[in-house]
């Protein structure tokens, strides 16, 4: 593992390449180095998604929006899957609007790495900024599918309840959920080429694993604890508890979620930084 610090000589500014203290998994100070580095990769993943297409930044409303309206008619008028109560339009947007998220920057972040991999086999910076800018970008289009959720609200006339305050920690959640998983693929994605073709089809497994098309209610109490183990349970409910105030905050499948999820993120930090070192040669 490599880390980065300056130092001074002879008036002029040296880099020194120095190997990573041992148990360091996040390189603080390399990332606040690489600010620059990271701010320019963030602008060039919204750049390089939206400046060249017909509907730009509309993309960011049509894909939710459309989900949106085809679940209501499936799930919510053809199966009559329950809503906890709500119009099914608010119930499945407010899923959709940490799936989106969740799905997309999984999906940018596990290639981030290998679609990078001439800039990473010419200059040293830390690994991580790639996943991370990726992650980072993606939240345009969460704040643009926040600004739909308001307008459907004014539409159904549905106002929010005193949950909302806990938005911000759910967001803070939703980024850690992420997080680990995403630099666990893009690490494997360097290895095994092969994990760019089963990401299709893991994202739709765990859409189904998570509680968008149906409520948290739906499943038996004596399983509720054990299903909460995936942190997309706890997020996803907790964003219709916080938006909607329909349901108490579901804070046992916050706290399980929560906790499953920082493992989860220090696991991929640790494998990510033992991979590091290998991915100029490998990509």
């Known amino acids: 593992m490599k880390s980065t610090s300056e130092g001074h000589l002879a008036g002029s500014s040296t880099i020194i390449i120095e190997r990573r203290k ?3 998994l996040i390189p603080w100070r390399e990332l606040v180095v690489y600010r620059d580095l990271l701010y320019f990769l963030v602008v060039r993943g919204i750049r390089a998604r939206y400046a060249q297409s017909v509907l730009g930044i509309g993309w960011a409303v049509i894909q939710p929006l459309v989900t949106m309206i085809i679940f209501t008619v499936v799930f919510g008028r053809l199966a009559r899957v329950s809503s906890d109560g709500l119009p099914y339009a608010l119930f499945s947007f407010s899923g959709l609007m940490a799936w989106t998220y969740f799905s997309g920057a999984l999906s940018d972040a596990s290639g981030s790495l290998v679609s990078n991999a001439n800039m ?3 200059v040293y910076f830390p690994r991580l900024v790639l996943p991370l800018a990726s992650l980072l ?10 600004l739909v959720m308001i307008v459907l609200l004014v539409v159904f006339r549905h106002v929010p309840d005193a949950n909302l305050v806990y938005f911000p920690l759910l967001v803070l959640l939703l980024l850690v959920t992420t997080f680990g998983p995403a630099i666990i693929l893009a690490a494997w994605s360097v290895q095994y080429r092969d994990i760019k073709y089963a990401m299709t089809f893991l994202i739709q497994l765990l859409m189904y694993s998570a509680p968008v098309v149906y409520p948290l209610s739906s499943v038996p109490v004596d399983y509720q604890l054990l299903y909460s183990i995936n942190p997309l349970v706890g997020v996803v409910e907790g964003f ?5 105030g329909a349901t108490p905050m579901p804070w046992m499948s916050i706290v399980v979620g929560a906790v ?3 493992l989860i993120l220090v696991l991929g930090l640790y494998s990510f930084n033992k991979l590091e070192r290998t991915f100029a040669d490998v990509a």
């Open 137 to 146: 970008a993606k939240l345009l289009d969460f704040v643009i599918t926040g």
């Open 260 to 262: 499953v999820a920082v």
């Open 120 to 122: 990473m086999s010419k």
């Open 240 to 244: 219709r508890s916080s938006l909607l």
């Open 22 to 24: 041992a148990g360091q």
